[in-house]
């Protein structure tokens, strides 16, 4: 990968965003409702915060916040809103901290990068001992891609559509393919699920829903897991035999 290639891309990406626009900013505070429940008051790291909607979020939850972006065109926006956030302008895969993590948060990320994988691998470095990694992404087989297939709008439900074009996708994974690329990269899954069970286009959507019934739907995805629109992981750096038996012992006790 050419570093000043993937940065004039990221750019572009930028310039024309549309991830604060539509029904997007109520799924970026749905995974954050999610992972509030595993987030610990301690250093956190933010991979790819975009406008900085799920950023608005973290820094009334974490005490200390740096974010990470190619696109520095994010980070002037967020550093306005919130000075004491450390904005470093770098992909993510020239990145080296100075200090490791308690939680890192990759909000609609893995779908972008060249080599997730090799990510993840790079990113469970930076934890603490304890520390996870919080991770969401579309799903594959949520209702509204299974329905594009039968129409033939979709050749298949994992295809790039238009959106995915926009956003500068580079794949669209299902819960299998992306608990799969956590366990490549040696990282113990805590729990995965998903959330917003979305029938329709975000298009429609729009037109035609309601804030009340947006947010009973990202509810009920998580009923429904596998046909969610949304799928998500909370890992973290494969346990000792001793901690997974101190857990055991804990859960016999309850």
């Known amino acids: 990968m050419k570093i000043d290639n993937e940065k004039s891309r990221l750019a572009n990406i930028a ?3 549309l991830y604060a626009y539509g029904v997007n900013p109520a799924t970026i505070e749905a995974s954050f409702r999610i992972f509030k429940r595993y987030l610990t008051d301690g250093p956190t790291l ?3 915060p975009a406008e900085g909607i799920m ?3 973290l820094v009334s939850t974490c005490s200390s916040l740096t974010v990470v972006d190619g696109a520095q065109k994010f980070l002037d926006s967020i550093k306005k809103k919130h000075p004491k956030v450390e904005a470093v302008n770098a992909l993510f895969e020239e990145f080296v901290p100075v200090s ?8 609609h990320v893995l779908e972008h990068v060249e080599n997730p994988v090799e990510i993840l691998r790079r990113a469970s470095s930076w934890l603490n001992p304890g520390g996870r990694i919080l991770a969401a992404v579309p799903n594959s087989r949520s209702l509204h891609r299974q329905a594009a297939v039968l129409m033939g709008l979709l050749p298949r439900e994992d295809a790039l559509n238009e959106a995915d074009q926009h956003h500068g996708h ?3 994974y299902s819960p299998e393919t992306f608990r799969a690329d956590f366990l490549k990269a040696g990282l113990w899954i805590e729990v995965s699920g998903g959330y917003w069970l979305k029938p329709l286009s975000n298009g429609q959507i729009e037109r ?4 009340a019934m947006l947010d009973a739907f990202m509810i009920l995805g998580e009923r429904y897991p596998d046909i969610a629109g949304e799928t998500y992981v909370v890992a973290r750096n494969e346990p000792s035999t001793q901690s997974l038996r101190n857990t ?5 006790k309850t």
Request: proline share 3%; no cysteine; net charge negative.
């Open 208 to 211: 035609d829903w309601t804030p």
């Open 15 to 17: 310039d024309n965003s």
């Open 100 to 107: 490791k993590f308690d939680n890192i948060i990759l909000g």
């Open 55 to 57: 950023t608005d979020l």
């Open 46 to 48: 933010e991979l790819g």
């Open 248 to 252: 055991w012992q804990k859960e016999d």
């Open 170 to 172: 580079r794949r669209v």
